[in-house]
């Protein structure tokens, strides 16, 4: 439907321009009405859609009164959301892990291979077409791929680790890491309120291994536009490998840095089938987008539901706004 929408706008964008130039219109219109169905279909995926949301989560919304009237409840969806027994705050936190146990590894590991693999050597380019397989694959079928891998009894890494006489993990499960448990007087703490378990590691390892090659592939573009003579300078004035990935490398790429920090944190918060396929609605799991899903599509709250897809939307635009506005007050210093 949307393909048709474009072809027809599109159709009349070029209508529009036939009629303009034989009318001689100012150039200012003809620029309107080109991005005119650009604009259109933009409305009508996103502004219409997310209007229509801000209005049902002003109503008690369930499969009950969804063909009938719908009782206005006002503000009162998003005070039971932000209350303090509510389920939004552990999610909430479960996120901001999630966000953090993810794009930190991501970003460092992806600028050591962008550094290491941006010398030649023998067999570069096949090393890099293998790095970049990940993220070639849709997320679904990394998450099944992983799943069986993880298995208990059967997967690929238990049975490697038996036989080299270690003894196989419950990844997918909900115990605490041994290592932090053991940390005295924090160590259970930790594990029930920061989520030091199995399961919310196994997410973090899944999507750390499929998109640090992203992180890797924006790195290593970002330094072929390098200047070199940068580096030969360095050189001729003694610089060792330290000091020109941190006097030289660092601060030419910091722009990049934050461009793909902010990409993946867009992507982090929308994360979803993931971990969805490895432990569906799972409390130690469930991050923001996973409760969305829970009172939308389980519990059928769809007034609760739009109210938390709201106050997600804020979340988002609220990361992207600070997060550009550290990238562009770092240009203008």
Not at 33 to 46: D, E, R, S
Not at 58 to 70: A, E, I, K, T, Y
Not at 212 to 233: H, K, N, Q, V
Request: charged share 10%; glycine share 6%; aromatic share 16%.
């Amino acid at each position: 439907m949307v393909t048709v929408i474009a072809i027809v706008l599109g159709v009349l964008a070029l209508l529009l321009f036939y009629v303009s130039s034989m009318s001689k219109v100012r150039a200012a219109r003809l620029k309107y009405a080109l991005v005119l169905p650009a604009f259109v279909i933009l409305f009508a995926t996103t502004v219409i859609p997310i209007g229509y949301m801000l209005y049902a989560s002003l109503f008690r919304l369930d499969p009950v009164s969804f063909n009938s009237h719908w009782p206005f409840l006002g503000l009162a969806n998003y005070r039971k959301l932000l209350a303090l027994d509510s389920r939004l705050w552990p999610s909430l936190l479960k996120t901001v892990e999630f966000l953090v146990g993810t794009i930190v590894p991501q970003v460092a590991v992806g600028m050591f291979l962008a550094v290491v693999l941006f010398r030649d050597f023998v067999g570069k380019r096949v090393v890099q077409t293998i790095l970049l397989l990940p993220i070639l694959s849709t997320p679904i079928i990394i998450a099944m791929i992983w799943k069986y891998f993880f298995n208990v009894d059967t997967g690929f890494i238990n049975l490697f680790l038996e036989s080299i006489g270690i003894p196989g993990q419950p990844w997918l499960s909900t115990r605490g890491l041994p290592w932090v448990q053991a940390i005295p007087f924090i160590g259970p703490w930790m594990v029930k309120n920061l989520s030091f378990t199995y399961a919310f590691q196994t997410i973090i390892f899944v999507n750390f291994w499929q998109w640090t090659p992203f992180c890797f592939l924006i790195f290593y573009s970002g330094m072929t536009a390098l200047p070199a003579e940068i580096y030969d300078a360095a050189k001729v004035d003694g610089a060792g490998t330290w000091q020109e990935f941190i006097r030289i490398t660092l601060p030419l790429l910091s722009r990049i840095i934050w461009v793909v920090v902010l990409l993946r944190m867009i992507d982090c918060l929308k994360v979803f089938a993931q971990i969805w396929v490895l432990f569906g609605n799972a409390d130690s799991t469930a991050i923001i987008n996973i409760e969305l899903y829970t009172l939308g599509f389980i519990t059928s709250n769809y007034g609760m539901a739009s109210a938390l897809g709201i106050l997600v939307l804020l979340l988002i635009t609220i990361v992207v706004f600070a997060t550009t506005r550290l990238t562009y007050g770092e240009r203008r210093e």
